[in-house]
């Protein structure tokens, strides 16, 4: 693809996703965070504008549209999944959507292990709708199976009709400085989904530094993910706002090297709606407006969708209790 050139849709595979940087690992190496002036910055975030009243409203919705609504417990059941797809298909009240003015609202995708794949497409077809069906998979959440296992089990999911692949990569590589063997690793992953989308999860609460999050970003990158995450939402440090700076400069960083825009997932503990607004906020002026769509922005969370609902209502009620000033509108 040319230069700066824009993908009509979620970015496709591509022979070379690092033209003159595949293995020129100083690139890598150059990747830096400085802590102290991330910090600074994303205290900058919550609070600091307002969003104008009569846009509240359309910045919960889109925020709906990018959810990955999620599902990952043990105790998953296929009816679980069918209520969850049912309610990716129809995420808000008809009257409240109607109230908005708004129809043919879904979450961006819904988000299960592999065994539930089968009543998630199922339940689709039924409804007659067509949301992608994302299967996280290498051993999700610690990636520690056998790596020909790990392969398999993506390719088990693209047939079983995921589209989506959210892969976990092995943090160790990253603790030992092993870019290659993560590059290595993501460009198998990557060949394995074939046509499905890919999503890197770098589990970043693990990955011990804010320098690390930034190459194993750019690794990732290189080695042809669609979209960067955060975590599982199993580890004990999920998304932040200064792992996710971090991660949406590298996305920039890799889009002004190469022309490719990858996507970007902040997932786990994203449960409020006002910390969704923060988060499109941080997109809007780290990235710009081209990264404000599902193709290339996602957030994977379980509730979240349940607390944007609650104040949508409180919004057509005339009580908006986002609580934060955010300077989107
Ligand atoms: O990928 C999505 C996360 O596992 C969801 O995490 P959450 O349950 O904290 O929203």
């Not at 009240?93 to 292990?113: F, H, I, N, S, W």
């Not at 400085?177 to 999860?201: N, T």
């Amino acid at each position: 693809m040319p230069q700066g050139q824009a993908p009509a849709q979620l970015p496709q595979i591509a022979d070379n996703r690092n033209p003159g940087i595949d293995l020129d690992m100083d690139w890598v190496r150059a990747a830096q965070a400085n802590t102290s002036a991330i910090e600074r910055r994303c205290a900058t975030l919550p609070g600091r504008r307002s969003v104008k009243k009569e846009h509240q409203a359309a910045w919960l919705l889109k925020a709906i549209s990018m959810i990955d609504l999620t599902t990952l417990s043990g105790d998953d059941t296929p009816g679980r999944v069918r209520r969850l797809v049912a309610k990716a298909v129809q995420p808000v009240r008809p009257d409240l959507l109607e109230a908005l003015d708004m129809t043919g609202l879904t979450t961006g995708a819904v988000c299960v292990y592999h065994d539930m794949i089968e009543p998630a497409v199922a339940t689709l077809d039924q409804l007659g709708a067509t949301l992608p069906v994302a299967a996280v998979s290498t051993g999700f959440p610690a990636g520690l199976s056998p790596f020909h296992l790990r392969l398999e089990e993506i390719r088990e999911s693209v047939k079983a009709r995921a589209t989506e692949i959210d892969i976990v990569i092995s943090r160790r590589h990253v603790l030992t400085g092993d870019w290659q063997a993560l590059y290595d690793e993501m460009k198998a992953f990557r060949e394995a989904c074939g046509d499905a989308h890919v999503k890197a999860i770098l589990a970043t609460g693990e990955l011990g530094s804010l320098r690390n999050v930034a190459r194993a970003s750019l690794v990732c990158m290189m080695a042809g993910a669609d979209f960067i995450k955060t975590s599982t939402g199993k580890e004990s440090v999920n998304a932040t706002l200064p792992v996710s700076l971090v991660m949406i400069r590298a996305i920039r960083d890799y889009f002004e090297a190469t022309g490719y825009r990858v996507g970007y997932k902040p997932a786990g503990g994203i449960s409020k709606a006002k910390d969704a607004i923060t988060y499109l906020a941080l997109i809007k002026e780290e990235l710009g407006d081209e990264w404000l769509t599902p193709h290339l922005f996602r957030f994977g969370a379980s509730s979240l969708l349940g607390d944007i609902e609650r104040q949508l209502e409180h919004h057509l009620t005339g009580h908006y209790s986002a609580g934060h000033r955010h300077p989107i509108g």
